[in-house]
């Protein structure tokens, strides 16, 4: 027996696990779970990527501030050299004016104060807007000597200025990139506005601009304004220099208007001439005549449109100064391509559908006509359709088919075309007749008159008889017609578009020969109409001729 050792020092042994918890193990943090709250609870360990790439960041967010600060400066520098501009005559004088005076101040008195003054420094900012030293870096200063080695002096006070307010912004900056937000950001970009504005003023009250102290793209924004200023006055100057020339045109001695001059000069001078014409008055050189003035622009109108002489004179005679020049370029316009429609075969909007169909844009020529078409373009040739060969249209001019309407042909009527060939307006006469009645289709030429067979051919034109006499001749065959159309050769003078060379081959004599021609064709053709026709009795007389000897009746007949 005896007593119990106590080795555990009164600690008494624990008891083994029960039978229930020797089967359940004490509960247990899974592995990965455990890693995890691990990770929350000690401070984030950031690689080294992670890292660099934050730097990378805080940097663009700081270069992206200073870039809108730049920005911003500069617009508001470009506002206040154009309010400056505008106040100041010269600037660049004021500039260096003051410049100067501040380089003599500053000699004279080193106060501070008084640069702070020209620097328009206030006494609540003198605390923190001290100038400090300039810390030039090596090429800024390589730079300035370059640059202005003159202005030295003030061009390191303008630096101090900008350096203290940069520091400003600097600080500033260092928030704005200790902050994440967006709003924080905007925020100091509002602040340091407000700090730029500050700075401007200073700047204006002290009347300075730094040189050298400007960013490249400063100095290519000012010099490209400078540029521009330059342009503007250099175009002012050049408009003022055209409005005096067009106020005093200077009438050009023989020998300056002998001389060979390009068609610009050309044009322009047609232009001084005729504005001088239509106020004579007021824009007239006293000592020459109206005569002399139209002589040159004769002169220039013939160089610059090549036309002989002859025949500008006489269209200088016919139209008032301003048609004159409406009738010139009229005539170097090609005239749109006019199609009508045959009646005799088809009707017009059938003919239109035929034509679309086979990739010809057109219109109906206007509402004068009802046979019409006026073709924009096309992917076939005009002339040689199916719907052509076919006879359904026939080319020809939209003022070829007026004579033809003036006439108004009837049904069963006897009608002459003295001169027909090749046959357009007499087709027009037979299908507006309806191939009834008779008409007589008549040419002096024997080989135009082959072409009024052929196209009568091809529209199916059945009531003519085409005839080859001499028209002045025609009452002694045959006379008694209701309706005559005379469409009688001539100068051609009214389609210069269709032919350029009627500008230099009519002579004096070629026209007075056409109206002789036309004077005896017209005492015939009134004598072989046959006055007592109950539905006619008329007679259209027309040409291709503006000449007022070839148009006009009094002329034409004596
Ligand atoms: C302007 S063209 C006629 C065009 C025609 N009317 C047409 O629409 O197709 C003038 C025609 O007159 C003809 N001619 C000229 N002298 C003539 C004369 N003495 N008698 C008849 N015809 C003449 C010419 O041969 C020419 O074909």
Known sequence: MGRKGNFNDGERPKKGPGRKSRKQKDPEIVPHIKKLIDAEEEPKKLGHRQKQRIVRRLKKKQEKTEKRKENKKLQKEARLAEKEEKKKPSINVVQEIEKKTNKQSREDDGDLTNKKKKRGFSDENSDWLKPKKAKLSKKDEDEDDSDEPGTRDSDDDEHYKLESLNDLDDSEGEDDSSGSDEEDEEEDDDDSEEDEDSGHESEEEGGEEGSDDE???????????????????????????????????????????????????????????????????????????????????????????????????????????????????ASETQRPLTIRTNTLKTRRRDLSQALVNRGVNL?????????????????????????????????????????????????????????????????????????????????????????????????????????????????????????????????????????????????????????????????????SLNARSPSGGYLVYSTCSILPEETKLSSTMH
């Open 215 to 329: 960013l490249p793209i400063e100095k290519a924004a000012k010099k490209l304004k400078k540029k521009q200023a330059k342009e503007e006055k250099l175009a002012d100057e050049e408009l003022q220099m055209n409005i005096a020339d067009h106020e005093v045109f200077a009438f050009p001695s023989e020998e300056e208007a002998d001389k060979v001059v390009s068609i610009p000069e050309i044009e322009q001078r047609i232009k001084d001439v005729l504005m001088v014409l239509g106020n004579f008055k007021q824009y007239r050189d006293p000592n020459r005549s109206r005569c002399e003035y139209m002589e040159l622009l004769k002169k220039d109108l013939c160089t610059y449109f090549s036309y002989n002489e002859f025949l500008m004179e006489r269209i200088i005679q016919i139209f008032p100064l301003d048609e004159l020049m409406a009738f010139l370029e």
């Open 363 to 527: 219109d109906p020529i206007g509402k004068w006509s009802k046979v019409g078409l006026v073709i924009y373009n096309s992917t076939v040739p005009i002339g040689a359709t199916p719907e052509y060969l076919a006879g359904h249209y026939i080319l020809q001019g939209a003022s070829s088919m007026l004579p033809v309407a003036a006439l108004a042909p009837q049904p069963n009527e006897r009608i002459l075309d003295m001169c027909a060939a090749p046959g357009g307006k007499a087709s027009h006469i037979a299908a507006l007749m309806k191939n009834t009645g008779v008409l007589f289709a008549n040419d002096v030429s024997k080989e135009r008159s082959k072409a009024i067979v052929g196209n009568f051919h091809r529209l199916g034109v059945m009531n003519s008889v085409v005839t080859c006499l001499d028209g002045r001749q025609y009452t002694k065959v045959m006379k008694g017609f209701d309706r005559v159309l005379l469409d009688a050769p001539c100068t051609g003078t009214g389609v210069i578009s269709k032919d350029t060379g009627v500008k230099t081959n009519k002579e004096p004599l070629d026209v007075q020969r056409c109206y002789t021609l036309q004077r005896d064709l017209i005492l015939q053709a009134i004598d």
